[in-house]
């Protein structure tokens, strides 16, 4: 199955995503194949440093988007961003679905508006793929209305579907990151483990 985890808006955290479902995925014994396509290259930066460093399982990772119409019997992910528009409308052309993290703002839920436009601009009404939204960076604070609200919000827009779960805005996530490791890697019982073993089981249906 081909994935992609995009938004339009930059900082929603889609490579951090990318990463820890790639993690996921490759040690529950599936064949993982990541493309990165947006131009900042930060997933493959932190699949550098996993490499450096010799983790295991090991991830394979490519930014070419000639590979990926090639892919075949693997799980595919990709990091897209809108630096390259090119590379990221074939993604989309070619996507089984799309995984859409939405930080809990009102500019973000108007950034997947159009994103959302976009890909039925590319695929059509009768050939739109699978989209899945949810609230990525959410806050901790139970005070906080924000993220409640983009939920709903996101239950009101077209050709997508909620997600049943939330990934916080968590220091663990930055930490595990950079030093080339998924959360569950750097910290097997912490909170965000947690959430993102929640959170891949759904999109993954485990």
């Known amino acids: 199955m081909i994935t992609v985890v995009g938004n339009l808006k930059g900082g929603t955290g889609k490579s951090t995503v990318t990463f820890n479902l790639a993690v996921w995925l490759a040690l529950n014994d599936h064949e993982v194949k990541l493309f990165d396509l947006d131009p ?8 550098d440093i996993r490499d ?60 997947t508006q159009r994103f959302i436009k976009m890909v039925l601009d590319i695929r059509g009404k ?23 609200e983009a939920e709903d919000a996101l239950k009101m827009l077209p050709y997508i579907d909620l997600i049943g779960t939330r990934l916080y805005q968590r220091t663990t996530y930055r930490r595990s ?30």
């Open 40 to 47: 900042q290259a930060t997933l493959s930066d932190v699949v």
């Open 52 to 111: 450096e460093d010799e983790y295991e399982p090991a991830i394979s990772i490519s930014n070419s988007i000639d590979e990926l119409e090639k892919a075949q019997d693997e799980e595919v992910l990709i990091d897209i961003g809108t630096a390259d528009t090119e590379s990221m409308k074939r993604a989309i052309a070619l996507t089984d679905r799309i995984i859409v993290p939405v930080p809990p703002s009102q500019a973000d839920i108007w950034s």
């Open 126 to 148: 009768e050939n739109m793929p699978q989209m899945l939204g949810f609230v990525n960076r959410a806050d901790t604070h139970k005070g906080v209305r924000e993220t409640g």
């Open 177 to 206: 990151f950079s030093e080339g490791l998924a959360v569950f890697e750097l910290e097997p019982k912490g909170k965000a483990a947690a959430e993102v073993n929640k959170f891949a089981s759904l999109v993954y249906q485990a």
